[in-house]
């Protein structure tokens, strides 16, 4: 099993430009999330599903949208990118079985560069 | 609002050295919790969780962690480091939210292990 994986694993955007970041998982998992990793802060979740066709905001979604037409895939589109915006990305996935006892398995992340 | 904080951006200890890594959370209701490693260039990966029962618990590697309600503690420790345990520690407490489980994630412990 691969288990969570992102594409790509680097990325380099102009101010404005837009761009999709993806995640797979091969866990049959119900849930997915994506955090942004910023020095100084740990990880904040970004927006997440808890199942195919459903999304929801989490902490930090402003200047973000995702989509998650397949249950293996959750998709993190930036539509007009800023320099704030430069950070590293994880995606993660869980069961969703065992509510706050679940443990989160994630992706090796994307690093995201605006310049 | 649950929040976590993690005394010491960065800990160096020596090879074979008593690692101790500290959190504190904040929380109204009985919280979960868990330590995450990241190694460099690479996702989050479980080390351990506390939900109910012993407050003593152990994970991988070598590490344990124990709950104390009295001082809001969760700290993290190996009783000795090895050079493969340098990385970024990150204690997080799970919040629900919404149906789905949201993780707060402390700041951040990055590891150095001297020679």
């Known amino acids: 099993n691969a288990g969570v994986t992102q594409t790509p694993k680097f990325r380099v955007l102009k101010t404005g430009q837009s761009m999709t970041l993806l995640c797979a998982q091969d866990?049959?998992?119900?849930?997915m999330y994506w955090y942004r990793q910023d020095p100084g802060m740990g990880l904040r979740l970004i927006h997440y599903?808890?199942?195919?066709?459903?999304?929801a905001k989490g902490e930090v979604p402003d200047g973000y949208n995702v989509s998650r037409l397949k249950k293996q895939n959750f998709l993190l589109g930036l539509e007009s990118a800023a320099p704030s915006q430069t950070s590293v990305y994880f995606c993660?996935?869980?069961?969703?079985?065992?509510?706050?006892?679940?443990?989160?398995?994630f992706g090796p992340g994307t690093r995201l560069t605006v310049l | 609002a649950q929040s976590v904080t993690q005394l010491g951006s960065h800990v160096s200890v020596s090879e074979g050295a008593l690692v101790l890594l500290r959190c504190n959370y904040s929380?109204?209701?009985?919280?979960?919790l868990f330590w995450y490693v990241q190694y460099p260039n690479q996702g989050l990966q479980l080390l351990l969780k506390?939900?109910?029962?012993?407050?003593l618990v152990k994970g991988i590697n070598g590490f344990e962690a124990e709950f104390k309600k009295s001082e809001t503690s969760f700290h993290l420790t190996k009783p000795s480091a090895h050079m493969s345990d340098a990385a970024e520690y990150f204690c997080?407490?799970?919040?629900?939210?919404?149906?789905?489980?949201?993780?707060?994630f402390g700041q951040g412990t990055r590891l150095t292990i001297n020679p």
């Open positions: 993660a996935s869980s069961w969703g079985t065992s509510g706050l006892f679940d443990e989160q398995f």
């Open positions: 866990m049959n998992h119900e849930y």
């Open positions: 599903s808890v199942g195919e066709g459903t999304t």
């Open positions: 929380s109204s209701v009985p919280p979960y």
């Open positions: 506390y939900t109910t029962g012993a407050t």
């Open positions: 997080a407490v799970s919040v629900s939210l919404q149906g789905a489980q949201k993780l707060v």
